[in-house]
C-alpha cells in the first residue's frame, strides 16, 4: 500500500500550485481521500476532503481558494490551490479512509506529505 503526495513547491503570494496524491495497492474508489497540513509550532489541520461518491468538504481557512478532485481512473486526488497567502505555508498531507469524510475520518493510509511555501 503506498499514498504519495507531491506537487509542494515555492510560490508567491497570489500564486497557485496542484497537489497530487496518487495511490496504490488499495481500492481507491472506496476510499474518501483527505487533504491536512501542518504549519511549523502549529497543530495538523484538515482542510479537505472528497468522498468515495464526490461529495466534497473545505475548511473555512480554504474554502474559495483550494479545490479538491479525484481521478479515479488514475487512483490520483488532487489539491488544486489558488490566491495562496504566505499563512497556507505548511507540509501538506494526505490521506486515504474507508469511513466517509467528517469526524470519523482519521486517515487509515498516510502519505508522506509535500512542502508549500507561500512568499509574501
Known amino acids: 500500500v503506498q499514498l504519495q503526495a507531491f506537487g509542494g513547491g515555492l510560490v508567491q503570494a497570489g500564486g497557485s500550485l496542484r497537489l497530487s496524491c496518487a495511490a496504490s495497492g488499495f481500492a481507491f474508489d472506496d476510499y474518501a481521500i483527505g487533504w491536512s497540513r501542518q504549519a511549523p509550532g502549529k497543530e495538523r489541520e484538515g482542510i479537505s476532503c472528497i468522498s468515495s461518491d464526490g461529495k466534497t468538504y473545505y475548511a473555512d481557512s480554504v474554502k474559495g481558494r483550494f479545490s479538491i478532485s479525484r481521478d479515479n481512473a488514475k487512483d490520483t486526488a488532487y489539491l488544486q490551490m489558488w490566491s495562496l497567502k504566505p499563512e497556507d505555508t505548511a507540509v501538506y498531507y494526505c490521506?486515504?479512509?474507508?469511513?466517509?469524510?467528517?469526524?470519523?475520518?482519521?486517515?487509515?493510509?498516510w502519505g508522506q506529505g509535500t512542502l508549500v511555501t507561500v512568499s509574501s
Open positions: 490521506a486515504a479512509d474507508p469511513t466517509p469524510c467528517g469526524r470519523a475520518f482519521i486517515g487509515h493510509y
